[in-house]
């Protein structure tokens, strides 16, 4: 049961554009999101995070949204670059008692063409 | 700060053999996790260490151990290695104060390859 989706496998942008890569969640418990930026054969990057209390959050060129009722994440990249080329997780965090853990989606691959 | 820190980077065993990866979290960080990457399933949570003690684990069968350090240093154990084991595995630290949302930090990965 995969608690979050990331429902699209790829996205092309051109340069300059806007870059949105989306994320669903079914567990409403989930109260921390993240999302990282991954290079082939290195470990995921640390992108932005948003808590469950927050709708918006944004660090630069890059903003998270989060819609709670609908259970659904986005992260939008203005402009895109090239160099933003990867693949892209969405996590969340549901901590318990004993400590937390993330679950990740099974990544966006974006390409930015110059 | 130096990030997290995981050896070896490459790995290369047989079928039936053991393996030991080892993992320094950024400093400071007591908490440490690990996740196994694969093609099909994507990343996936093994277990969490904090203060030495095993606090979080992810549905992986015995075969997968791990131990933490009084440094934080912590090592991930698998035996009876299967070919399914081939996977990146990667080491996470945080600060991880109880009850607050932290980031976690990732090292590059140990790529296992299992003959």
């Known amino acids: 049961d995969q608690q979050v989706k990331q429902n699209s496998p790829s996205l092309s942008v051109q340069e300059g554009r806007i870059s949105i890569l989306n994320c669903d969640y079914t567990n409403s418990m989930f109260d921390y999101f993240l999302w990282y930026k991954k290079y082939p054969a290195e470990g995921p990057t640390f992108l932005i995070s948003i808590s469950s209390i927050k709708d918006k959050n944004e660090d630069g060129r890059f903003t998270v949204f989060l819609n709670k009722s609908a259970k659904h994440l986005s992260l939008h990249i203005v402009p895109s670059q090239p160099g933003d080329s990867a693949v892209y997780f969405c996590a969340a965090s549901h901590p318990n008692q004993a400590g937390t853990a993330l679950i990740f989606g099974k990544g966006t691959t974006l390409s930015v063409s110059s | 700060k130096a990030g997290v820190t995981q050896t070896p980077r490459y790995l290369i065993k047989t079928r039936g053999q053991q393996v030991t990866l080892s993992c320094s979290p950024i400093s400071g960080h007591r908490s440490v996790s690990w996740y196994q990457q694969t093609p099909g399933q994507g990343l996936q949570f093994l277990f969490e260490?904090?203060?030495?003690?095993?606090?979080n684990k992810g549905n992986f069968p015995g075969r997968f151990s791990g131990r933490q350090f009084s440094n934080s240093r912590s090592e991930m154990n698998v035996s009876t290695l299967e070919l399914g084991d081939s996977a990146l595995y990667l080491c996470?630290?945080?600060?991880?104060?109880?009850?607050?949302?932290?980031?976690?930090?990732f090292g590059p990965g140990t790529r296992l390859l299992v003959l």
């Open positions: 996470a630290s945080s600060l991880n104060f109880q009850g607050v949302q932290e980031t976690q930090y």
């Open positions: 260490y904090f203060s030495e003690t095993q606090r």
